[in-house]
């Protein structure tokens, strides 16, 4: 498909439910999900940059970024003890 039919199609179901007054919660708690598992992901980047010194590396994926995101810091160091006690 053209990609301009499927972003006008995009387009139109988006003012359709702002015209219809779709509740917007849904799309806000998916945003705060996403940007949560970006700073996950970000953590991880860190952590795998410091900790190269030490022999530390996480893989940065969809759940490992999740876990650190939504966690946070202690997601993160639940992660390091799992690499390096269990795997």
């Known amino acids: 498909m053209d990609p301009l039919i499927i972003i006008a199609a995009l387009s139109v179901l ?3 439910f702002l015209v219809a007054g ?3 919660k849904p799309f806000k708690i998916l945003g705060q999900g996403i ?3 970006l700073i996950g992901a970000l ?3 860190f952590l795998n940059a410091f ?3 030490f022999g530390i590396h996480i893989p940065i ?3 490992t970024a999740s876990v650190s995101g939504l966690l946070g ?3 993160l ?3 390091v003890v799992i690499e390096t006690w269990i795997i």
């Open 51 to 53: 900790g190269n010194q």
């Open 35 to 37: 940007i949560k598992i």
């Open 43 to 45: 953590f991880l980047f």
């Open 14 to 16: 988006l003012l359709l």
């Open 22 to 24: 779709a509740s917007l």
């Open 61 to 63: 994926n969809l759940i």
């Open 77 to 79: 160091c639940a992660l």
């Open 73 to 75: 810091i202690p997601g």
